[in-house]
């Protein structure tokens, strides 16, 4: 079943707001990724952490592998209306897993 | 275009008519999956294929079949769909085995709507 805990759930924030949401587990992991769904769509990978304690930025996000190796961060800053979606965290030990994911809005 | 393709994105349809999904990707890829998405619930992992003939269950297969006779196709089979099937489903596919990180990026089709009634 499933292993990753994410919170939180949903987000209602203005737009040029930061952002943050993270995902924790009872087991460690060796890698930690991010992916955005956007509406109608499948997800697509917006970060991959591969090492405990690195912090990786991809534009205005920012993710951080947590030194425990059990939990990770996703950080958007200064939001903006095409950040709307849904963010899942995702490892992966002999399967993958899933966060229930966090859905985002944007008020512009 | 690297890609998953699925087919249908929508599909409504009635409680026991067999359906099939079609999914297919051409990039060579070992690993393929489905995964349905109910609110709430996030990516439930119903099968998934190591490799050519090489299939197993994930989280919640029950009332699904899936077959993998060429590497690049990975139909998702409802024998007799009933409402509690209704749900977005996601083909996905990756490189290489889930275990190696290397190659543990996912990529995903664009889903399919699913309405039993």
């Known amino acids: 079943g499933q292993q990753l805990n994410q919170s939180p759930q949903s987000m209602f924030i203005q737009e040029g707001e930061d952002v943050s949401m993270n995902c924790t587990s009872s087991?460690?992991?060796?890698?930690w990724l991010w992916y955005k769904q956007d509406p109608g769509e499948g997800p697509v990978l917006l970060i991959a952490l591969y090492k405990a304690g690195e912090l990786t930025s991809n534009g205005r996000l920012t993710a951080q592998f947590g030194i425990t190796r059990k939990d990770s961060f996703l950080n958007i800053s200064a939001s903006i209306p095409s950040d709307v979606g849904i963010y899942f965290c995702?490892?992966?030990?002999?399967?993958?897993?899933f966060g229930s994911g966090t859905k985002l809005n944007v008020k512009p | 275009e690297a890609q998953v393709t699925q087919n249908p994105r929508y599909l409504i349809t009635v409680t026991g008519k067999k359906l099939t999904v079609t999914c297919s990707q051409n990039?060579?890829?070992?690993?393929m999956s489905w995964y349905r998405q109910d609110p709430g619930l996030g990516l439930r992992q119903i099968y998934y294929?190591?490799?050519?003939?090489?299939?197993d269950k994930g989280d919640v297969p029950e009332g699904y079949k899936v077959s993998r006779k060429e590497k690049r196709n990975f139909p998702l089979i409802l024998e007799s769909p009933s409402p509690n099937q209704t749900s977005l489903y996601f083909c996905a596919s990756s490189p290489g085995r889930g275990a190696q990180p290397t190659n543990e990026k996912l990529f995903f089709g664009s889903g399919t709507q699913l309405s039993v009634l």
């Open positions: 995702s490892s992966n030990f002999n399967k993958f897993y």
């Open positions: 294929s190591m490799n050519v003939e090489v299939t």
């Open positions: 990039m060579n890829h070992e690993y």
């Open positions: 087991s460690i992991f060796n890698t």
